[in-house]
């Protein structure tokens, strides 16, 4: 096999967990920085928040957003909002990093065209988890879901269709990125227990970002 010395690629093969949905290892490692950098921008403006379920919970993951549309949740339900109920303006504009490489992913999994218009920012820290959902607050279930990793590494646990369905650990480690939409769309996902350590660039945190396009 002849090796062509200008065009290695060390980035490790993608990895096909359903019909339509792709892992993508250390997809975003050339951007750490510049990625880190934007999300310290971001939290400046729309700080880390904990909110409530429609049930009265408080979420053990602190959230913000930034985009058009924010996810937020609280007494009257989960939904989309184009300003941020804590500070009353609108949610910081996507930045072009975030921007090009959701499309980047979403692109090699088999999505062209994927325009987010919302992204919501998870935080870690150890023990925190999110259970078990499907992501079903969008317009458009045609457009994918795509979903960084950065900081502390985390068990993706990757379901069916129906949340009884048996579900596979599949570690996230910092750099990954995870895109799943057609067939894929609706399973059932979440993050176990995230195990305490400290990520040379975050620290003691995990710091997940999710894109979707919500609506039409
Ligand atoms: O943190 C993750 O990797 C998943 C986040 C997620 O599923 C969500 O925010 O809906
Ligand atoms: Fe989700």
Known sequence: MQHDLFTT???????????????????LSAYEQQLVRAIDTIIARAPWRQLTTPGGRKLSVRTSNCGKYGWYSDRAGYRYVACDPLT????????QVFVEQAQAAAEEAGFADFQPDACLLNCYQPGV???????????????????????????????G????????????????????????????HGIAK??????????????NLTFRQAKR
Do not use: T, Y
């Open 194 to 207: 995230v195990a305490g350590g400290n990520h040379p660039l975050l620290g003691g945190q995990r710091i």
């Open 129 to 159: 988890k999110m259970g078990l959902h499907q992501d079903c607050d969008e317009e458009d279930l045609s457009a994918p879901i795509v979903s960084f990793s950065l900081g502390l590494p985390a068990q993706f646990l990757w379901g």
């Open 9 to 27: 690629n060390d980035a490790p093969e993608p990895i096909s967990i359903g019909a339509d949905a792709l892992l993508l290892p250390q997809f």
């Open 88 to 95: 009353g303006q609108a949610w910081p504009q996507l930045p």
């Open 161 to 188: 269709w129906q949340r009884s369905d048996k579900v596979q650990r599949i570690r996230l480690q910092h750099g990954d990125v995870v895109v799943w939409g057609g067939e894929d769309r609706l399973r059932f």
